[in-house]
Each structure stands twice: as structure tokens, then as C-alpha cells.
């Protein structure tokens, strides 16, 4: 039996560019102090499923399903911020998640199912981390809200190197 899988994946929200580098600024005004650091900003993005390390028909399982979901685009508003103290991250959201987020989310769950991908049992918490190993809770801080209108949703691979882990887009896929 093989001990390493093939690929580190995720599903999220990826953001353009200019909603990423309005993000980006929004994040900057969240106060942090070493050993904490900034999310770079062409990591920015909202996560729909944690997959983690799968092997290579797994992940075509996962690509196939995906392809199955039937959600519409929707908008969402990032106008809030908070963190997440035992995973030591500052973090972006929305005050009132929209309900065909909610919906995306429970259907692309329940169609990685087929895949041997347990989805989490929290509650469902859509945020953008902008910051991680924080030691401390952040000032709240002010920041203009930002639009979102969301038309896909992708599959992510998650990669280390040397400078940081990075982020590839996999597979696009749309909502109608």
C-alpha cells in the first residue's frame, strides 16, 4: 500500500483579481504581530471543502462530482472580520451568509460523499483568512464592504515549497 497520496486539494470561491487585492487591503487594516503573517494575496480565497491529500482516482471522482453540482451564481458581501483563536487565524465574512452559498456548500458536500470525503461536522463558517499564527486577538478594525458576485466555484491544488505553500486552479466550474 502506497503511504503518500498524490495531491493536496480543496474546493473554494477564488476571487478576480481586483476583489483580491481589495481583500488584500481589507486584511491590511487587521493589526497583527510576529510570529503572525499576512495571507499573500494570491492566496486569497473562500473555502467551500477541506479535501486535504487524495490519490489520483480519487481525485477524478472528486472532479467528476463537482461537475454534477446545479447551484446559481449569488452574491455575497464580505463586511466583517474576526478569527479563530485555537487555529490562530484573522479572518474576513460576510454578516449574513447568503442562502444559495449555504445551498452550494451542502450540495457539493453531499456529492463528494460519493468520493470517500467526509465533509466537517461544524457549523459551516465561509471566510477569507487573511492572517495565520496569530498569537493574540486582533483590534477590530474598519474596513469598506466588498461585493462579491460569485459565478464558480474551483478545485484547488495545494502545494509546498520552499517560499510558502501555493495554490493552482485545478478545475473551473460554473454556476448558472
Not at 41 to 51: G, K
Not at 64 to 80: C, E, H, K, P
Not at 133 to 148: C, G, M, N, R, Y
Request: charged share 25%; net charge positive.
Amino acid at each position: 500500500m502506497r503511504e503518500e497520496k498524490d495531491i493536496r486539494v480543496f474546493f473554494a470561491l477564488w476571487p478576480d483579481a481586483v476583489l483580491r487585492e481589495s481583500l488584500s487591503r481589507a486584511g491590511m487594516t487587521i493589526p497583527i504581530q510576529r510570529p503572525a503573517r499576512r495571507v499573500p494575496d494570491y492566496n486569497l480565497h473562500l473555502t467551500l471543502h477541506f479535501i486535504g491529500n487524495v490519490y489520483l482516482d480519487q481525485l477524478a471522482c472528486l472532479r467528476q462530482q463537482a461537475r454534477r453540482v446545479r447551484a446559481t451564481g449569488f452574491d455575497l458581501v464580505i463586511d466583517s472580520q474576526g478569527c479563530f483563536g485555537k487555529a490562530r487565524v484573522a479572518w474576513l465574512g460576510c454578516s449574513a451568509v447568503p442562502a444559495a452559498l449555504q445551498r452550494l456548500h451542502q450540495q457539493l458536500g453531499r456529492r463528494l460523499r460519493q468520493c470517500e470525503y467526509q465533509p466537517e461536522a461544524r457549523h459551516y463558517n465561509p471566510h477569507v483568512t487573511v492572517a495565520r499564527k496569530i498569537t493574540s486577538v486582533p483590534e477590530q478594525a474598519e474596513f469598506s464592504a466588498l461585493p462579491w458576485r460569485v459565478e464558480n466555484f474551483v478545485l484547488i491544488e495545494s502545494k509546498a515549497t520552499d517560499n510558502g505553500v501555493k495554490y493552482r486552479v485545478v478545475e473551473t466550474y460554473p454556476l448558472s
